[in-house]
C-alpha cells in the first residue's frame, strides 16, 4: 500500500515536472534566458580592442567590423522566411550554429591559434555570429507574441529589457570566468548563446491559445523582477569600481545574478500548480470554444482576398490609406512618413551606437583601464534595459490619458542624447561615465518607440516587414557615422600624432591616439546630425498630430464590442448539450474571463 502511495505521489511530481516544462509560462522564461545571452553586439566595445592590437588594424578597419556586426544584428529577412515554413527548433538550432560558428572563428583568430585571416573574412565571421541574434528574436520572441497575442506590448517589453541587460549579464560572468582577459569573453559569447538556444528548443514552440484571466498580472510579477535584476546589476557595478573586485568576488557577484535571472522560475512552478488545480470544465469550455471560433475565424480571409484583389498593389503604392489603416509594403516604404521615420532613426540610431561601439577605444584615448572600460560597457546595457521599459510604458500611458504622441517623445529622445555626446566630445575626468548612462538609454529608448510608431501609422497587416524595414536604418547610420565618420577621423588624428612622435607610418604598429582631440570631431558632427535627425522628427509629429489627437484604438474596440455582439447572437441558435445558455456565451466568449 505505502509502495502504491510513493509511486504515485512520484507520478504525479513527474508527470507535473512534465507540465511546467512543456508549458506556455516555462516557454516564456526560456525566452528570457535566451534574450539574456544574445547580448555579444553590446559588448563589442570589450574586445574591439584585442581585435584591433592581435590584427594589427587601424581604427577603419575595425569600425568596419563593426558595421558589419551591426548588419548581421539588425538584418532578420533570412530567419522570418525560415520561420515561415519551419517550426520555432529549426531558427534556433540554426541560429545557435551561426553564433559559435561566427565566434569561435574571430577567437581563433584573435588569440593566433589559425593564420591571420583577411579583412573581408573576419567581416563574414562577425556578420555570421551577429545574425544569429537576428535567428533567437525570430525563433523565441515571435513565437510567443503567437502564444499570447492578447499580451504582445508587455511580452516584447520584456524580452526587449532582457536583450538590453545581456551585455552587463555577460560582462559579469566574463570576468568570473577570465578575470581580465579579455580575448576569453570572445570564446564565452561564441559558447553561452549557442548552448542556451540548444537547451530550450524542445520548449519554444507554437501553442495553442488559451489567455488566462491573471495573465496580464504575470508580466507584471516578471517586470518586478526584471527591474530587480537590474537595479542590482547597477549597484554591483558601481560597488565593483569603487572597490575593485577580485575575479574570486566577480563569481559570487554572478551566482547572485545567475539566481536572480533564473528566478521568474518560481513564478512559473506557481502558475502551472494553479492551472492543474483549476476546474477541468473549463479546459473543457475553452477547447470547445477553440473549435466553436474556428469556423469564424476561417471565414474572415476570404473577404480579405477579395478586397485585395479589387487593385495591384503598384498600381495602389502612391495612393495609401488614412494613417492608422492597413498599408501596403510598398505604399508604407513610398510613404513621407516612412521617409522622415528612417531619416531621423540613421541619425539618432546610428549616433548612439557609433557611440557604443567606441567605446572600448574612448577610453583606451582618454586613459581609462580595461576594468573602466568594463563598466561603460555595462552601464550602456542597463540603462538600454531601463530606456527600453520607460520608452514602452511612460509613451503608452501619455498617449491613452493625455494624447501625448509617440513621436514627440522620439524627438525628446533624440535631443536629450545630444548631451551624452557633448560629453565624450568635451570629455573630462568621469564624463564617460555620464555619457553611458545617457547614450545606453537613449539607444534603448528609440526602439520600442520606433516599432510603436510604424505599427499605428501603417497599420498591422504587413508590420513584420515594415519592422525588419525600421531595423535596417541602424546599419545604415552604423557606416556612415562610425566607420566614414569616426573611424576615418581616428585614423587622421592618430598618424598625426605619431608624425609628431617622429615614428614611421610604414612601421608595421597599431595606431594608437590619445587625448580628448581623438573623438572631439567626431561627436561634434554626431551631435550636429542627431540635432538634424530631431528637426526632422518634428516634421513628423506636426504631420501627424491630428492623427494621434484622435482615438488611435478605436477600431480595435469597435471590432471587439462587434465579435462580442456576433458571439452573443449566436445565443439564441445554439444550445449547449448538459449545459445551458450562459455557459455556451461564456464558452463563446473567453475575453470576458479577463
Known amino acids: 500500500m505505502g509502495e502504491d502511495k510513493m509511486s504515485a505521489g512520484g507520478g504525479f511530481r513527474c508527470s507535473f515536472v512534465w507540465q511546467v516544462y512543456r508549458g506556455r509560462w516555462f516557454s516564456v522564461f526560456t525566452s528570457f534566458l535566451i534574450m539574456a545571452a544574445a547580448g555579444a553586439t553590446y559588448i563589442f566595445g570589450i574586445y574591439s580592442q584585442d581585435i584591433k592590437s592581435s590584427l594589427n588594424y587601424d581604427q577603419t578597419t575595425l569600425n568596419l567590423l563593426s558595421f558589419f556586426k551591426d548588419l548581421g544584428a539588425n538584418v532578420g529577412i533570412l530567419p522570418g522566411l525560415i520561420n515561415e515554413v519551419s517550426p520555432p527548433w529549426v531558427v534556433l538550432s540554426i541560429g545557435s550554429a551561426m553564433n559559435f560558428a561566427g565566434y569561435f572563428m574571430i577567437w581563433l583568430a584573435v588569440t593566433e591559434r589559425i593564420a591571420r585571416p583577411q579583412v573581408w573574412q573576419m567581416c563574414m565571421y562577425i556578420c555570421i555570429g551577429a545574425n544569429s541574434q537576428a535567428f533567437a528574436n525570430t525563433g523565441s520572441l515571435v513565437t510567443c507574441v503567437k502564444n499570447f497575442p492578447e499580451s504582445r506590448g508587455m511580452l516584447l517589453g520584456l524580452l526587449k529589457g532582457f536583450v538590453g541587460l545581456s551585455g552587463a549579464i555577460i560582462t559579469q560572468i566574463y570576468h568570473a570566468v577570465y578575470g581580465e582577459d579579455s580575448k576569453g569573453s570572445i570564446l564565452l559569447i561564441a559558447v553561452l548563446p549557442a548552448v542556451v538556444s540548444m537547451l530550450a528548443v524542445h520548449t519554444i514552440r507554437i501553442m495553442k491559445v488559451v489567455r488566462q484571466a491573471n495573465e496580464v498580472k504575470v508580466f507584471y ?193 533624440l535631443l536629450f542624447s545630444c548631451i551624452g555626446h557633448l560629453l565624450i566630445a568635451f570629455a573630462f575626468p568621469g564624463s564617460v561615465y555620464i555619457a553611458s548612462v545617457i547614450i545606453g538609454f537613449s539607444f534603448g529608448a528609440q526602439w520600442p518607440l520606433l516599432f510603436a510608431i510604424i505599427s499605428e501609422l501603417f497599420g498591422l497587416k504587413y508590420y513584420s516587414t515594415l519592422y525588419n524595414f525600421g531595423s535596417v536604418a541602424s546599419p545604415i547610420g552604423n557606416y556612415i557615422l562610425n566607420v566614414r565618420v569616426a573611424g576615418h577621423l581616428y585614423d587622421k588624428e592618430a598618424k598625426k600624432q605619431m608624425l609628431a612622435s617622429g615614428i614611421a607610418l610604414s612601421a608595421k604598429k597599431e595606431l594608437s591616439c590619445d587625448g580628448v582631440i581623438c573623438y572631439r570631431l567626431s561627436f561634434i558632427i554626431i551631435t550636429a546630425a542627431t540635432v538634424f535627425g530631431t528637426l526632422i522628427s518634428l516634421i513628423l509629429v506636426w504631420r501627424t498630430k491630428d492623427f494621434y489627437r484622435s482615438d488611435i484604438y478605436k477600431k480595435f474596440r469597435e471590432a471587439n464590442a462587434a465579435e462580442e455582439t456576433e458571439m452573443a447572437s449566436t445565443e439564441n441558435d445554439i444550445e449547449p448539450e448538459g449545459g445551458t445558455k450562459a455557459t455556451a456565451v461564456a464558452a463563446l466568449s473567453p475575453r470576458r474571463n479577463t
Open 221 to 413: 510579477r516578471f517586470l518586478y523582477i526584471s527591474l530587480g535584476l537590474a537595479g542590482f546589476l547597477m549597484i554591483i557595478i558601481i560597488i565593483q569600481k569603487l572597490v575593485g573586485f577580485s575575479q574570486l568576488e566577480y563569481g559570487g557577484s554572478t551566482a547572485i545574478v545567475l539566481i536572480m535571472l533564473c528566478s521568474p522560475l518560481a513564478v512559473v512552478i506557481y502558475e502551472e500548480i494553479g492551472l492543474r488545480n483549476s476546474n477541468k470544465q473549463a479546459v473543457i469550455s475553452s477547447e470547445n470554444t477553440q473549435s466553436s471560433l474556428k469556423i469564424t475565424v476561417e471565414s474572415k480571409p476570404q473577404i480579405h482576398s477579395e478586397s485585395q484583389n479589387q487593385g495591384s498593389c503598384w498600381c495602389t503604392m502612391f495612393r495609401p490609406p488614412d494613417r492608422g489603416e492597413d498599408y501596403t509594403i510598398l505604399q508604407a516604404l513610398m510613404s513621407v512618413d516612412m521617409l522622415i521615420l528612417f531619416i531621423a532613426s540613421i541619425c539618432g540610431v546610428g549616433g548612439t551606437l557609433t557611440a557604443i561601439d567606441n567605446l572600448g577605444q574612448i577610453g583606451s584615448s582618454l586613459g581609462y583601464s580595461k576594468r573602466s572600460i568594463s563598466t561603460f560597457v555595462s552601464l550602456v546595457s542597463i540603462w538600454n534595459y531601463f530606456g527600453r521599459v520607460f520608452a514602452g510604458f511612460t509613451s503608452e500611458i501619455l498617449l491613452t490619458k493625455y494624447k501625448f504622441p509617440r513621436p514627440l517623445m522620439l524627438t525628446l529622445i
